[in-house]
């Protein structure tokens, strides 16, 4: 007689990212949660009819189940029977899972540290990442850039000139203050999952606007900033994982390089400091 | 001798909301939480020098104190030593607190029903209050509706024509899905905050495009839509509350109505049904 097998429980099992394959977009900010985790994942960027899988939880028959609502648009997250999207959800209900929040119950415990940290990973998606793709979709999601290119470079002249150095003064300021504790870390002292929104926002960023990010860094106004995209990506699993198969390359997503669209001579940054 | 005094825990203390004075905004999804639960609170809105109150606040000088962030930009809630911004992680915190989410703990409980609930609130606030600023901004908020008029004809009329019929579409979706359960609510067949910030956000649209809403509500498309805005619209205490001087006109905010981007004949929507 074999022993009993153990009861498994409805979140026993590992996470199922649900995004598209082709280009990191907003799924990377979970697959980097679940990456320094060195969580159990299964990802449909690198399965069979990944594709067909997206389609299907966003396709316009879809209700949900008894539980669940449907999802609009992935990243989208199963855990058992759970389903859920929009990206700072699914890293709010990771970030416990997987310790990238400081916890909650116990003696040094910090139950509202999910609500600062959740906060500051909205605030890096808004700036860094939902601003960026309107640099090259103002007008429309639905239509080629090419059919709303002069709308986009002047989208993008407002968000290197004031959007961009906005955003990056703004974690520069919240990586100076106190409630960031010591080290490279946005809050607590502890790497958190909103260090690796930011490192990711940046890092596409960096991608689609190579010229104003290094204008960015030698103004010296964001060297704690770039200190923490730095300190992320020597992380050892991050490391590893950039150098898999696993991290995708950016490729007509939410970060796009149209050189044309990048920092030009008119829209310069003062340079401060050195 | 007198009654020994109660000792006040750090939360024991009205609800502090610090947002712009003038117009109800992204303020307003806070507010209608804070009244459906007729919770005790205060508003900068209403305050003298309330608007210094939210300068002072997102002054690029405050890096925050020793246990929270700065925040970037209103709504902030304080609350004891707790300061948080962004709209929707401030109904994350009120929810369970204000009991407009069903409780994650006890024989009934359901845990997962926060997450379900913040990512139907996100995306609400994405299509319905996001996108509907950038009708009238697309192209910099930091410049004038009359400098980018032309962009904001062509970014409203994809508003009209895509963008409005898909989230209207999303919500009617989400109510025919068992999920929602009995009734005219979101999810689990009870009210949450992701249904005051969908009455709130069709509001905003209402006044913003109101020949867009109305050729909506004719098609018959979103009928549990119109019921669950109806529906709020009767909560004894929200019908209190939008008939106080509390509730503020719509005025140069999110929300604003330009005719010349409402509905015209070439976007009315193929009527579908009656």
Redesign the interface.
């Known amino acids: 007689m074999s022993a009993p097998k153990r009861q498994k429980s409805a979140k026993d099992v590992p996470y199922e990212l649900i995004y598209w394959p082709g280009n990191p977009g907003r799924g990377e900010f979970v697959r980097l949660a679940l990456e320094e985790a060195g969580a159990d994942y299964t990802d449909t960027a690198h399965a069979e009819k990944g594709m067909d899988q997206v389609l299907s939880q966003i396709d ?1 028959e ?11 648009a992935p990243p989208i997250l199963r855990h058992g029977d ?1 389903v ?3 990206t ?2 699914i890293l ?2 990771l970030g416990p899972r997987l310790g990238l929040v400081p916890p909650a119950e116990g003696e040094d415990g910090d139950p ?1 540290a999910l ?2 940290i ?3 990973a ?2 890096a998606l808004d ?1 860094l990442c ?1 601003e960026v793709h ?1 640099t090259h979709h ?3 999601a ?2 080629y850039y090419e059919d709303q290119k002069e ?1 986009s470079l ?2 993008s002249k ?1 968000f290197v000139k ?1 959007r961009l150095p906005k ?1 990056l ?2 974690f520069q ?2 990586l ?5 504790g010591d080290g490279p870390w ?2 607590g002292g502890r790497l958190t999952y909103a260090d690796l929104v930011l490192f990711q926002a940046i890092d596409g960023v960096t991608f689609a606007f190579p010229k104003a990010i290094s204008a960015a860094k030698t103004s010296g106004n964001y060297l704690y900033v770039f200190r923490l995209y730095d300190a992320v990506k020597e992380r050892p699993k991050i490391k590893e994982y950039l150098a898999s198969k696993r991290r995708q390359n950016y490729l007509n997503g939410i970060y796009r390089h149209y050189p044309e669209l990048d920092l030009d001579e008119e829209n310069m940054p003062q340079s401060s400091g050195n």
Do not use: C, H, W
């Open positions: 316009t879809n209700v949900g189940d008894n539980s669940n609502p449907p999802p609009l759970l859920i999207s929009q700072s959800n709010l209900y509202d609500y600062r959740n906060g500051l909205l605030t700036g939902n309107d103002p007008m429309a639905s239509l709308e002047r989208k407002d004031n955003f003064g703004y300021r919240v100076e203050g106190k409630a960031s946005l809050y």
